[in-house]
């Protein structure tokens, strides 16, 4: 009996992940195949419609994004957009792990409200703080104008340095609830052995952390890294929805919406969205090489 | 004082500060947005400081405004979030259907392909869903499926299903394999196995998998807003929200009241199942 079960092992595990399988195939792998091969072709909708995959190929869409400087500098806007909210959002959930280390009064149900900003959903967070940050009828500006004494109201949202500033702290905001829950589960995790003996050994606190907690936190901290790095490169709800990729905040992914919705310019913006995933690739290699080798030297 | 008195003093202060700061930081947004909701627009515009509403100026005119339909001069969120429930429960209800056999033949069988799959979940998040979501648009208009709740239902499974499969693989490699043997022995078949002791052994799981799912589909927006943007009985609350915000027409209170009754499902849901679904999401994150 058993033997007969191990012989149709190969058979039903197939049988089980097909499925899956065709469902992410069809909606993810398909169609990112067919954005590189419509990156190589001079189509707009309706040839698409008309023609389907079998268009004239073409290196053109390649050659207008990587002469257009507007597309040089969304990629400068994605990069900063990724690094800051990347490094400020594990920043702040590390601090807020270490603080909600020790046991405290409410310290379950206040670590529960603080992964609220990663729960909700991100047309009502973006819509509140477009709200709280408008210079008409802002909570923000009324008392930065009424209390602190601002001379005018700021334009937050619709003004050029402040606005990716804006969506960068919005984004802080919204992810370091991520960082946040998985550095904590990380520091539960840890042996305090280790701390205790540095402590006997007349290790400061701050040294603790620096030369005992931090390391042992690195492997977590390096897979945020990589996590929060690629979501942000791809990111487009937060930015589309709190500046609609106005006032310099055009990011890669609303260039390429715009592309297709505002110039219905398919080939153009396969061809920039194929042009960002090999970024994206050659930054992770790089990222994945260096600490490869930082895990060996250890 | 030494040293170590000194940061150990300095630390404890900073770490209240830090715990209020970051509490506050997080809850306020959501006060706003609740007390808003219950405040008549005039209101707003006349003292935007004055954020809570005095007592007798409370209104709930908002909430009836945003929920009734357009025939009773209201912008029809009753309806949305009926189309926002009906993809969401269709969603994970679909994504269990298919994770849990999945998971299963992942963690405990052996077969041709088998380590080919985890890479392919992978590869998903390498691209912008906005490359993703606009080759299936055009597809699932060839299919009729372009402007309809099936649709979209269908995009926000493979969506979801990478996470949910590695939530339920953590969760069944950690029960022991002997079970299942055991079973074997009683003549137990493979599909029996599956149903009679996988899956009531990994019910929490599968429980968290599916609430993980059907957020992910209430809150999803840009899927919504390609397929069904021109088809305004079937806006889910995202894209309403959105598409009413764009506009100048409909009173920003008003609005708010709409934010919170695209937030509320989440949070009640999240507030029963935080525990699991943060367990979940984090398994395997302390082996680093």
Do not use: C
Not at chain 1, 183 to 209: C, M, N
Not at chain 2, 81 to 106: E, F, K, Q
Not at chain 2, 157 to 174: C, I, Q
């Amino acid at each position: 009996m058993a033997s007969k079960l191990r012989g149709s092992e190969n058979r039903d595990g197939i049988a089980l992940v097909v499925p899956v399988v065709l469902v992410v195939a069809a909606i993810i792998v398909v169609p990112i195949v067919w954005t590189v091969v419509l990156s190589f072709q001079d189509a707009r909708y309706v040839d698409v419609a008309r023609n389907g995959l079998f268009n004239e190929l073409t290196l053109d869409n390649y050659v207008d994004v990587l002469t257009a400087p507007a597309f040089w500098q969304a990629l400068l806007t994605t990069v900063e957009y990724s690094v800051a909210t990347t490094a400020g959002s594990i920043t702040v959930g590390l601090v807020a792990a270490l603080a909600f280390r020790d046991r405290f009064r409410f310290r379950a149900p206040l670590r529960a409200v603080m992964l609220l900003p990663y729960v909700a959903p991100v047309v009502a967070t973006t819509f509140v703080w477009q709200v709280a940050l408008n210079p008409q009828y802002g909570v923000v500006n009324a008392f930065g104008t009424q209390v602190l004494g601002w001379e005018h109201p700021v334009n937050f949202l619709s003004s050029a340095p402040t606005a990716l500033l804006t969506v960068i702290v919005y984004d802080i905001w919204r992810y370091f609830p991520f960082a946040f829950m998985f550095l904590g589960a990380a520091l539960t995790g840890l042996s305090r052995e280790i701390e205790e003996a540095a402590v006997v050994d007349g290790a400061t606190p701050l040294q603790k952390f620096w030369f005992v907690v931090l390391p042992q936190l690195l492997p977590t901290v390096a897979l945020l890294v990589l996590f929060r790095m690629v979501m942000a490169f791809n990111e487009f709800d937060d930015v589309y929805l709190l500046t609609g990729g106005a006032a310099g905040t055009q990011v890669a992914s609303v260039r390429v919406f715009e592309q297709l919705t505002g110039s219905s310019d398919i080939g153009g913006a396969s061809a920039t969205a194929a042009v960002m995933a090999v970024f994206l690739g050659v930054a992770l290699a790089i990222y994945l090489r260096l600490t490869a080798r930082q895990r060996e030297a250890r | 004082m030494s040293a170590v008195t000194v940061q150990t003093n300095v630390l404890r202060v900073l770490r209240v500060v830090v715990i209020v700061g970051l509490v506050v930081a997080t809850v306020v947004p959501f006060v706003y947005m609740l007390s808003l909701s219950f405040v008549r627009i005039d209101d707003l515009l006349r003292d935007p400081l004055r954020v809570l509403p005095a007592l007798d100026r409370i209104t709930t005119e908002t909430y009836r405004e945003v929920l009734a339909s357009e025939e009773d001069g209201g912008y029809g969120f009753a309806r949305f979030m009926r189309n926002s429930a009906i993809v969401a429960v269709g969603a994970s209800a679909l994504t269990v259907v298919l994770v849990v056999p999945a998971s299963y033949a992942l963690t405990r069988l052996r077969f041709a392909g088998r380590s080919q799959v985890s890479w392919l979940f992978l590869a998903v998040y390498l691209f912008p869903t906005i490359i993703i979501a606009v080759p299936v648009f055009v597809g699932f208009q060839v299919l009729g499926l372009g402007s309809s709740l099936v649709g979209l239902v269908i995009a926000y499974v493979a969506l979801t299903v990478p996470v949910s499969v590695h939530m339920l693989r953590n969760y069944l490699s950690g029960i022991p394999e002997s079970i299942d043997e055991a079973a074997v022995i009683d003549g137990a078949s493979r599909l029996q196995i599956l149903t009679r002791i996988t899956v009531p052994l990994a019910m929490p799981t599968i429980m968290s998998t599916a609430l993980y799912s059907f957020m992910i589909a209430w809150n999803e927006f840009l899927f919504a807003l390609l397929f069904l943007s021109a088809k305004q009985d079937l806006w889910t609350v995202s894209l309403g929200l959105t598409r009413l915000a764009d506009g100048q027409e409909v009173s920003k209170t008003v609005l708010m009241a709409g934010s919170v009754l695209l937030t509320v499902p989440i949070v009640l849901l999240y507030g029963v199942a935080e525990r699991a679904l943060t367990e979940g999401l984090t398994a395997g994150a302390d082996k680093g």
